[in-house]
């Protein structure tokens, strides 16, 4: 961890549970918040001195609903951070709620130092955002942003969900439309999925809600491709687009396969070989930091095959590709005899049209993107190990 950082915060709170949502989050209770964010101290203060002083690079505060701390927490949060901030940060995006955005809070952000925010508002029909239990309405998102911008932060994402019930064609060109129109600098488009946990998957199996088939969400996403390129975003990962210079460099850190670091209950973290998940219990995360013990979490050290595999075919998520060839020869005798066993395997998704490849960069067609866990599965069988 001597290099920077990137980062990722699980701030745990909401004011309620999205229909969609099974990500781990608890109700907001001032007195739990701050005892979260005593746990949180305690975990940064444990780091090595020399990761400190490296600070972050990209530095991502998700949830939850981060926005919903209130404003004095906000200010302890962000001095909580202050040892790997002070040095600048090149991205730091903060999640947020357009019905829980207050003006205060977000200037100290911005003096702070966070310059990207990335709003939840999954569509622009006040009845659907209802039926699915979000909490703002299609008038919060300009206000929101009129407030964000104002507070002299220009990059701003927006998330929409295709795929979801009741929306018809007309419907999910309408949210596209009004999406655009706000010109945010970068748009994700993620496809519905019934997450086990979630209310609309519960509400699925008992036939209390239709969900579109695949052949009409995909229908959906191949349009807001359509009409984004249309307005300048550039499509480069399979769920997000961007204005020139707008992607998010966090997320792409990732997906490049550079390491991260993940603080809070149900983080997720990758140095090195080593791999590490926080339990997704509040109390239990705190508890053992108050203790002086490590969080709960599921670790694990895997070999250089399997870091090397994990590393590249995430790269596939991505419009630029992976450089295959390059890439396994950086990694010695391991990253060879990786090539030597895909190389069979690269030839036949080639030849179903699931990939491209130009000269060593290896790329998901759009068909290939619209199956990529079939391609990925393909991908790493052909190694002819299952440790792959």
């Given at each position: 961890m001597s290099n920077r950082i990137h980062l990722y915060i699980h701030v745990p709170f909401c004011s309620g549970k999205c229909a969609y949502c099974a990500f781990y989050s608890v109700p907001y209770e001032s007195t739990l918040a701050d005892r979260f964010l005593d746990a949180l101290e305690r975990e940064l203060d444990g780091w090595p001195p020399e990761a400190k002083a490296a600070g972050c690079e990209?530095?991502?505060?998700?949830?939850?609903?981060?926005?919903?701390?209130?404003?004095?927490?906000?200010?302890?949060?962000?001095?909580?951070?202050?040892?790997?901030?002070?040095?600048?940060?090149?991205?730091?995006?903060?999640?947020?709620?357009?019905?829980?955005?207050?003006?205060?809070?977000?200037?100290?952000?911005?003096v702070a130092g966070v310059n990207r925010i990335s709003m939840g508002v999954q569509s622009f029909d006040d009845a659907i955002l209802e039926t699915i239990c979000r909490r703002h309405s299609a008038a919060d998102v300009a206000a929101a942003l009129d407030v964000v911008r104002a507070a002299g932060i220009s990059n701003v994402g927006l998330d929409l969900i295709a795929g979801l019930p009741g929306v018809d064609a007309n419907g999910w060109l309408s949210t596209?439309?009004?999406?655009?129109?706000?010109?945010?600098a970068h748009l994700s488009v993620y496809a519905l999925g019934l997450e086990p946990g979630s209310r609309l998957y519960r509400q699925s199996r008992a036939g209390e809600v239709v969900v579109p088939h695949d052949d009409?969400?995909?229908?959906?996403?191949?349009?807001?491709?359509?009409?984004?390129?249309g307005k300048g975003y550039r499509r480069y990962e399979i769920s997000n687009y961007a204005k020139p210079g707008r992607e998010c460099l966090h997320n792409l850190s990732c997906w490049r396969?550079?390491?991260y670091v993940g603080l809070g209950?149900?983080?997720?973290?990758r140095v090195g070989l080593n791999r590490s998940t926080h339990k997704a219990d509040l109390d239990a995360y705190c508890a053992a930091l108050e203790a002086g013990s490590l969080p709960p979490a599921e670790r694990e050290c895997v070999d250089e095959r399997t870091d090397l595999c994990e590393r590249l075919i995430f790269g596939l998520?991505?419009?630029?590709?992976?450089?295959?060839?390059s890439r396994c020869d950086d990694a010695g005798a391991v990253g060879r005899a990786l090539w030597e066993r895909w190389q069979p395997g690269l030839?036949?998704?080639?030849?179903?049209?699931?990939?491209?490849?130009?000269?060593?960069c290896w790329k998901a067609t759009r068909r290939g993107h619209e199956v990529l866990d079939s391609v990925l599965a393909q991908l790493v069988g052909s190694s002819g190990d299952d440790n792959g």
């Open positions: 990209t530095l991502y505060i998700g949830g939850g609903t981060p926005s919903v701390l209130s404003e004095s927490q906000w200010e302890r949060l962000l001095s909580i951070l202050r040892p790997v901030t002070r040095g600048g940060v090149q991205e730091w995006t903060v999640e947020a709620n357009p019905g829980a955005l207050r003006a205060a809070t977000v200037k100290s952000m911005d596209l439309t009004e999406a655009v129109a706000l010109d945010p009409a969400v995909t229908a959906s996403l191949n349009q807001a491709e359509a009409v984004l390129a396969g550079n390491d209950p149900a983080a997720s973290s998520r991505l419009e630029e590709g992976v450089a295959f060839r030839k036949t998704l080639c030849e179903q049209g699931l990939l491209l490849q130009s000269g060593d």
